[in-house]
């Protein structure tokens, strides 16, 4: 397990350039934030990764939202600071459905998370880590960090903010916080407030880690320890909630691992998968962080402070099954909530793939700002198409 | 927390007499039981409670097998060595369903438990507790052992063996281990086999159990502390794992805990709920114990060395839709997994009461073996009675 050593901490006093975790991610400093709570948070930066050109009326910008143990890594190679591939290959690029022919498409790791934006593991004003004293953020919190990062980059508002899972409740609190600066959205497999289910979920993962003797209080980091235990173990309760029944049973059934004998306590297949997902996790990620975004997916409620989720969204200037708006379940983990709040949320599909059509833009008539990896000016003819969403089972990123 | 302090280690000298946990529990001493796995187990103690009498043929007998924290004290109060009421109340006694005015009724503590039947508190051949060193035990074991109380009580066949949840995984066990000793069998809300997610949530609760530093591979007792911790964590993560989705948030949404500020990190209720079981739980029953019944689970397959399930339980002589099996489901929990095997089990009925209707036999003729707390002779009307199947959310004992 190779855990927290791996992760360097985030300097607050990294400039404006390419930088911090990933040598692909750039930095935005955002100043201080006050939280929903009341709390301020000095110093935020928030870190990018972006594909494309901005078009000379900022038109064209597409916001994409990771999922809790995702990144701004949508698409791409491993690579130095960069532990995985991009977690939805394929959506990105020119004459993908994200054409960056046409379209600037922005990804921010979240306010609260440990790959390059501001969260636990950076340093407080005190000079030390953040650790268990890092205040507790909310997901209108994280939605807001993102609009300034909007801000600095020239973007009055975004042509679409897409988001599956976690990354969907921030693609709904936008629509909610900022109604006027998105055009359309789409929330993948997510709701508009968390469910009790999801909160007790959460809970359990959240104990889990906190139980590890090695969590320390948050304050693991600064004390040469990690909660290897207790964060794997909140990854396998995680990862068996977003799993069916139906799909546990298919893919693993009864068998056991290899030539273990279950009858004197060896393994199924399903616990060893169990396993193997909580080494992966345990090896590229923050417990701490873990923790603040579970706890930020259980506070999640468009409707707090605005009478509800319905009237929340009416915000938006149309109703919550609006084609403005495009709630998609996945057939093959559990379905949304029922209180998602997003009528169309049942909408379920059979397959493991989806069609996701090319969402498209005016073409840009002059760069205002660009993302080196992409290829402008190669025009690809528009089309429609498919496009895995990463089966949770084989997803580093679910949830 | 009070934790193990409560409950003796049980003594496999103890005569056949009331004694042991409960003082209206009786003991019988079934000798070495030699396990599925190879091992073999010296000098095992089974209690049991019953109510009625069992008539001279012994054709009245009726099995109840509890569930996974359950006990043998199916009816009843509170009493010393008896820290929980009866799970089914109503359930048994003169006019209830299980009229012992004609039936004689047995429930036995589980192999591997906690409540008085050889387990992990027990004492080893070598004098020191079993704790972690008690071997894996099968479902199949277990219903091997309670036939040898049945023929320590003369019971040849049982007239009906009914059982929920883990008690219903017994019950399955007996009819394909013994079809021509159970003549009807009542399977509520479980399976023929462990289907892959409750493999996968066994296996997070024993993670969370074995992660505790106070577990000490099962050593606890003798090193005077309990995994406290684990133990609740455990409880937390079935408890979710039994609920729906829909119930949930039907009895919690999205509340506080009181004036708790869930923003700041403050308890939502569902999670105090959570924490509140956990505590119970912690307080009453042996986490080794907890940790070889929910692994005894995970192996339960009334299919193994039998070429399936379907010959297994055709070798009952029947189909296992047919009237001799009725399998349940509750509707207020999760369904049964879909690899259940029993064919009738998804029908599931809307309310959280469902009527038992009286399970009869031929009056006893003549006393062969009475328990002190019916009050047999009184004759009361046979009648269809509702009976509530415990909803989990007020439960102890589900699972």
Redesign the interface.
């Known amino acids: 397990m190779v855990s927290h050593r791996r992760l360097a901490v985030a300097d607050p006093a990294a400039p404006l350039t390419d930088g911090g975790f990933n040598p692909h991610a750039r930095a935005v400093h955002i100043g201080t934030l006050t939280l929903?709570?009341g709390a301020a948070l000095p110093d935020v930066v928030m870190t990018y990764e972006c594909w494309g050109e901005l078009n000379d009326d900022a038109s064209n910008a597409v916001l994409v939202e990771h999922a809790l143990t995702g990144d701004s890594h949508v698409v791409g190679p491993v690579g130095p600071g960069q532990p995985t591939a991009g977690w939805w290959p394929g959506l990105i690029g020119p004459g993908a459905p994200l054409d960056t022919d046409e379209l600037f498409v922005v990804a921010i790791n979240v306010l609260g998370g440990c790959r390059g934006s501001t969260g636990p593991m950076s340093l407080a004003p005190d000079g030390r880590v953040w650790g268990g004293r890092f205040p507790?953020v909310?997901v209108r919190d994280q939605a807001r960090a993102e609009a300034r990062v909007a801000d600095a980059l020239g973007i009055a508002h975004f042509h679409t903010v897409i988001g599956g899972s976690f990354g969907g409740m921030r693609a709904a609190e936008w629509v909610a916080t900022f109604p006027h600066r998105v055009q359309r959205a789409l929330v993948v497999a997510s709701c508009a407030?968390?469910?009790?289910?999801q909160?007790?979920?959460g809970?359990?993962q959240v104990?889990?880690i906190e139980?590890?003797?090695d969590f320390r209080g948050g304050g693991y980091l600064e004390q040469g320890v990690f909660p290897t235990?207790?964060l794997g173990?909140a990854r396998?309760?995680a990862h068996?909630s977003y799993?069916?029944?139906?799909e546990?049973?298919e893919?693993?059934?009864?068998e056991s691992q290899g030539a273990d004998?279950?009858?004197?306590?060896g393994l199924?297949a399903?616990?060893s998968y169990?396993e193997h997902h909580a080494a992966k996790l345990v090896a590229r990620f923050d417990a701490m962080s873990y923790v603040r975004l579970t706890?930020a997916m259980?506070?999640h409620?468009v409707g707090r402070g605005r009478g509800g989720i319905e009237p929340a969204l009416r915000v938006f200037g149309v109703s919550s099954s609006s084609p403005r708006s495009t709630p998609i379940g996945c057939s093959r983990s559990?379905p949304p909530?029922?209180?998602s709040g997003l009528t169309g949320a049942d909408g379920c599909v059979s397959s493991t793939r989806r069609t996701v059509t090319t969402v498209s833009s005016s073409k840009p008539t002059r760069s205002r700002r660009s993302c080196a990896r992409s290829s402008p000016g190669r025009s690809r003819p528009r089309r429609a198409a498919s496009v895995p969403w990463r089966d949770g089972g084989r997803s580093r990123h679910l949830g």
């Open positions: 929903e709570n507790h909310s407030a968390a469910g009790a289910d909160i007790a979920w809970h359990t104990r889990a139980a590890d003797p235990s207790g173990l396998q309760i068996t799993r069916s029944a139906h546990l049973q893919r693993f059934g009864r004998r279950t009858l004197d306590g199924f399903v616990e169990l706890q259980a506070t409620d559990v909530p029922t209180s």
